[in-house]
C-alpha cells in the first residue's frame, strides 16, 4: 500500500511539475510575434542578458511608412531592446515605433498566446497599448 501511495504521489508530482513548465513557458515572450494588423512580425529572443526583437517580416506598407519615417530597413531592426524580466509574464525596456522615428519605456506582458505591448513618453503620461499574437 505504501509503496502505491509513493507511485501515485510521485506521478501526481510530475504532472503538476510538468504544467508548472507549461505555464511558465507560455508566459516567457520568445518566438514569433505579429502586431493587430498583421502587418509586422518580431521574433523575440536572448540578447545577452536581456531579451530583444528584431523584426522578421514587414508589410510593404509597413516598410514605406518606416522609410518614411527615417527607418531605411525595417526587416532587421529591433524594436524591442533590453527587455527584463519585471515579474510573472511581464517584461519591461524599450520600445521603437519605426513609422515614428521614436524609442520610448515599454512593456510587454504575455498571457499564453497573446501579449499587450505598451510604451510610454512624457514620463509615462502618455501611453499606449496593443495587443499583439504570438505566431510560433
Same mark, same amino acid.
Given at each position: /500500500? ?5 507511485? $501515485?504521489? !510521485?506521478?501526481?508530482?510530475?504532472? &503538476?511539475?510538468? #504544467? *508548472? @513548465? ?28 536581456? /531579451? ?5 517580416? $514587414?508589410? !510593404?506598407?509597413?516598410?514605406?511608412? &518606416?522609410?518614411? #519615417? *527615417? @527607418? ?65
Amino acid at each position: /500500500m505504501n509503496k502505491l501511495f509513493s507511485a $501515485a504521489a !510521485a506521478a501526481l508530482f510530475a504532472v &503538476a511539475s510538468f #504544467a *508548472g @513548465t507549461a505555464d511558465a513557458q507560455t508566459q516567457q515572450p520568445t518566438g514569433v510575434w505579429r502586431n493587430p494588423r498583421n502587418t509586422v512580425h518580431v521574433r523575440i529572443q536572448p540578447c545577452g542578458r536581456a /531579451m530583444c526583437g528584431t523584426v522578421v517580416w $514587414a508589410s !510593404a506598407r509597413a516598410q514605406q511608412k &518606416a522609410r518614411e #519615417a *527615417g @527607418t531605411r530597413n525595417l526587416i532587421g531592426a529591433q524594436l524591442f531592446r533590453q527587455l527584463q524580466p519585471q515579474g510573472t509574464g511581464t517584461w519591461g525596456g524599450r520600445v521603437f515605433v519605426p513609422d515614428r522615428a521614436r524609442t520610448v519605456a515599454g512593456t510587454l506582458r504575455v498571457t499564453g498566446r497573446s501579449a499587450i505591448v505598451s510604451g510610454c513618453i512624457v514620463a509615462g503620461l502618455v501611453c499606449r497599448s496593443q495587443t499583439w499574437t504570438r505566431v510560433s
